[in-house]
């Protein structure tokens, strides 16, 4: 028998286009139904790149490595040259983790409001002006960057005394160090009378402002210095920990007193900017990416503008939002989240409209969809940003939460949205950042930054061209409006139980809870073309065998299968890490009726039971692709290499046609030998689903 059509084609090349009249229209009128509702709901987003060639721990499962930095100040200079030219590069330190010495690192580039530069650095004018060859690569000498802190302390009002210190692991480096701060508007100095034998930086990797003695620094004094380095390769300044405005003025100064030669490297610490008055763009260090944090958007074609505009800086300095595994293209590994807000605190949208986030955490909670069709291969419970009603939390109390959030009068309700929701979008052991809707930096005091009126959709991963970001942007942006209508608005929970990891969670399934959120939208005038979800859909979920004879088809797709979580397992360093037993995988078999009619299918030599013809009921099957450790059953052996057989409905047992799974990723390849030596292994007991009435077959079973 031959089929018409190969077992498994070739992986296309999907066709990406820009958005079409239809979207654009959508959008508009987005747009235009926020502002009738006097809402202003701005858009943040976190995708991640890698490079080209991803190689090194850094890539893989490590925050920071030889590499990331280095790319990161690429990609850096290449967004200053296409959106905010002059705009104002600082090093930053980053979040810390257990078991990690220092903490990672962040670049930041800010930029006024309008665009225009905080700072007007004089060799930003100088490249532009086709002069700046002149200062390019030059550093101040010793003896100029003394003379460099004597004119800023001049600047400031002061009478400072720069501090000579060494750098234990680079002699040759020269480090001064001057004590600083302002408060109410007045500069201050103090001076810092350190021996001579402690004039020396803490042995660690990092700015000499992260590095300092300051456990003999005076007491009672601001611990906020400014430091200067200047080695062999260039000089660089950290810039003690100041409020928006005395920052702003010091930059003003050492712009000025710089002009002579090339532009320093700037770190320290940068004040939260609560009144708004800065554009910020983030580059932070993430196990195995590197993690973009966009500015604030104020509309969904900025937001759209800014993801092409990252992937264009990205091609342009070899990093890109996906991989190449084999034949497979794939996301990065790293997120995609998307963060929904206010341009202020004041004006923050949710605060004073409880009801309309529960109605929207009501409606995602409808649609597995929304959490599971646009994230990557690790989901459910164990993933990093499970759904609530997989989370800490049952759905009587997040049934309770939402009623007693809508009985809230009137005014700013941000504390009791903040306190009531906080604790139960969180994972099964309490973390409130692996959540799908994760609202740690909603209202949560307890937190630096945990008082941002922010909502964070965690359960997006990244994709490989920028069109498919905004397009998913541009779906949740119009659904957050279509559900400003209260009649609009689920009234109570969905009693998923265990269908929801059975067959809410297949291909099948989740495209046709998408064409329902599709259709909500367009009957509530908000019509977006289903194209680039299907795209994304086929690509998310790839075929691995395709056989039709006729009007008989059988598809076989990769399907998402929930990885249980393990125990702590300590690591060196004397932390613990997290780890999920990946070994399981699922794939769905998709046949029409005639197929059903007219065909069989035995796998691993067992009666693999479809549907009857009519029957509607999606299968998958479960098995387990390798042996790890740790794992979680570690006696059970892999099923892999899989057979598949097909087989005429009645008469005889000998297969028509097999197939062999080696290795998931390569998908079912037809056998060449005779089939029919299979048939002395067969059996006649059936394969059998874990749950009654279940979709998936588990061949652990």
């Known amino acids: 028998m031959t089929a018409s059509a190969p077992s498994r084609p070739p992986l296309p090349t999907p066709t990406v286009t820009g958005p079409g009249a239809r979207d654009l229209a959508t959008a508009a009128a987005v747009e235009e139904r926020l502002q009738t509702a006097g809402i202003a709901l701005t858009m943040g987003g976190?995708?991640?790149?890698?490079?080209?060639?991803?190689?090194?721990?850094?890539?893989?499962?490590?925050?920071?490595?030889?590499?990331?930095?280095?790319?990161?100040?690429?990609?850096?200079?290449?967004?200053?040259?296409?959106?905010?030219p002059g705009s104002t590069l600082i090093y930053c330190p980053g979040k810390r983790y257990d078991g990690e010495v220092n903490p990672r690192w962040a670049l930041r580039l800010?930029?006024?409001?309008?665009?225009?530069?905080?700072?007007?650095?004089?060799?930003?004018?100088?490249?532009?002006?086709?002069?700046?060859?002149?200062?390019?690569?030059?550093?101040?000498?010793?003896?100029?960057?003394?003379?460099?802190?004597?004119?800023?302390?001049?600047?400031?009002?002061l009478a400072v005394q720069p501090l000579p210190l060494r750098d234990p692991l680079d002699p040759g480096r020269r480090i001064w160090a001057v004590p600083l701060s302002c408060e109410d508007g007045h500069w201050?100095?103090?001076?810092?009378?350190?021996?001579?034998?402690?004039?020396?930086?803490?042995?660690?990797?990092?700015?000499?402002?992260?590095?300092?003695?300051?456990?003999?620094?005076?007491?009672?004094?601001?611990?906020?210095?400014?430091?200067?380095?200047?080695?062999?390769?260039?000089?660089?300044?950290?810039?003690?920990?100041?409020?928006?405005?005395?920052?702003?003025?010091?930059?003003?100064?050492?712009?000025?007193?710089?002009?002579?030669?090339?532009?320093?490297?700037?770190?320290?610490?940068?004040?939260?900017?609560?009144?708004?008055?800065?554009?910020?763009?983030?580059?932070?260090?993430?196990?195995?990416?590197?993690?973009?944090?966009?500015?604030?958007?104020?509309?969904?074609?900025?937001?759209?503008?800014?993801?092409?505009?990252?992937?264009?800086?990205?091609?342009?300095?070899?990093?890109?939002?996906?991989?190449?595994?084999?034949?497979?293209?794939?996301?990065?590994?790293?997120?995609?989240?998307?963060?929904?807000?206010?341009?202020?605190?004041?004006?923050?949208?949710?605060?004073?409209?409880?009801?309309?986030?529960?109605?929207?955490?009501?409606?995602?909670?409808?649609?597995?969809?929304?959490?599971?069709?646009?994230?990557?291969?690790?989901?459910?419970?164990?993933?990093?940003?499970?759904?609530?009603?997989?989370?800490?939390?049952?759905?009587?109390?997040?049934?309770?939460?939402?009623?007693?959030?809508?009985?809230?009068?009137?005014?700013?309700?941000?504390?009791?949205?903040?306190?009531?929701?906080?604790?139960?979008?969180?994972?099964?052991?309490?973390?409130?950042?692996?959540?799908?809707?994760?609202?740690?930096?909603?209202?949560?005091?307890?937190?630096t930054a945990g008082c941002q009126g922010l909502l964070e959709f965690r359960a997006l991963e990244s994709l490989p061209h920028h069109q498919w970001t905004s397009a998913v942007a541009l779906l949740w942006r119009a659904l957050a409006v279509r559900l400003l209508e209260p009649s609009l608005r689920p009234e109570g929970l969905y009693p998923f139980g265990t269908d929801l990891h059975d067959r809410a969670l297949l291909p099948s399934a989740l495209w046709s809870d998408l064409e329902q959120v599709l259709a909500d939208l367009a009957a509530a005038g908000l019509s977006l073309d289903p194209a680039p979800f299907r795209a994304i859909w086929e690509w998310r979920f790839p075929v691995l065998l395709h056989w039709c004879e006729g009007d008989a088809e059988l598809t076989i797709r990769q399907a998402l299968e929930p990885w249980p979580l393990l125990c702590d397992t300590p690591v060196e360093g004397g932390s613990t890490s997290r780890f999920v037993d990946s070994s399981l995988r699922r794939f769905e078999l998709i046949t029409t009726d005639a197929f059903r009619r007219r065909y069989r299918l035995r796998l691993q030599g067992r009666p693999l039971p479809l549907p009857a013809p009519g029957d509607r009921r999606p299968i998958a099957v479960r098995f387990r692709q390798e042996a790890l450790f740790p794992c979680l059953h570690p006696c059970l052996p892999a099923d892999l290499p899989l057979r598949l057989e097909l087989l005429a409905s009645t008469g005889s047992d000998a297969p028509l046609q097999g197939w062999q799974l080696l290795q998931e990723s390569d998908g079912f390849e037809a056998l060449t030998t005779d089939a029919s030596g299979s048939t002395a292994n067969a059996s006649s007991t059936p394969l059998r689903t874990a749950l009654a009435g279940g979709c998936s077959l588990d061949l652990r079973l």
Do not use: M
Request: glycine letters at 10%; aromatic letters at 8%.
């Open 188 to 447: 201050q100095t103090v001076t810092w009378p350190l021996e001579e034998e402690l004039r020396e930086l803490i042995p660690a990797h990092g700015p000499a402002g992260l590095r300092l003695p300051l456990q003999h620094f005076p007491e009672h004094a601001l611990r906020q210095v400014l430091t200067l380095e200047l080695d062999s390769e260039g000089w660089g300044l950290f810039l003690p920990p100041l409020s928006r405005a005395p920052l702003e003025q010091l930059l003003t100064l050492l712009a000025a007193a710089s002009a002579p030669w090339c532009k320093p490297d700037l770190s320290g610490v940068l004040p939260y900017d609560t009144e708004a008055h800065w554009q910020v763009l983030g580059l932070t260090a993430d196990p195995g990416v590197l993690e973009i944090n966009l500015p604030v958007c104020h509309s969904w074609h900025e937001y759209a503008t800014w993801i092409e505009r990252l992937e264009q800086a990205g091609a342009t300095v070899g990093l890109r939002s996906w991989k190449q595994v084999g034949e497979r293209v794939e996301g990065t590994g790293g997120g995609n989240h998307l963060l929904w807000g206010g341009p202020s605190l004041d004006s923050n949208p949710f605060f004073s409209r409880p009801a309309w986030l529960v109605g929207i955490l009501r409606y995602w909670q409808h649609h597995p969809c929304l959490a599971y069709l646009f994230s990557g291969r690790s989901v459910g419970p164990a993933s990093q940003a499970p759904r609530p009603d997989e989370g800490s939390s049952n759905l009587l109390d997040l049934d309770l939460a939402h009623r007693c959030l809508e009985a809230l009068p009137a005014g700013d309700q941000r504390v009791w949205i903040g306190e009531t929701l906080r604790h139960l979008h969180a994972d099964r052991s309490g973390n409130t950042h692996r959540s799908e809707i994760s609202l740690d930096k909603f209202w949560n005091p307890a937190w």
């Open 110 to 157: 800010i930029t006024g409001l309008s665009g225009t530069p905080l700072v007007a650095w004089p060799q930003d004018q100088a490249v532009a002006a086709g002069t700046g060859a002149g200062v390019e690569g030059t550093r101040p000498s010793p003896e100029q960057a003394e003379a460099l802190l004597q004119s800023l302390g001049e600047g400031l009002g």
């Open 46 to 84: 976190e995708p991640t790149l890698v490079p080209e060639i991803p190689q090194g721990a850094e890539w893989s499962v490590a925050a920071d490595g030889p590499t990331k930095l280095r790319y990161a100040r690429a990609l850096a200079s290449e967004l200053q040259r296409l959106a905010w």
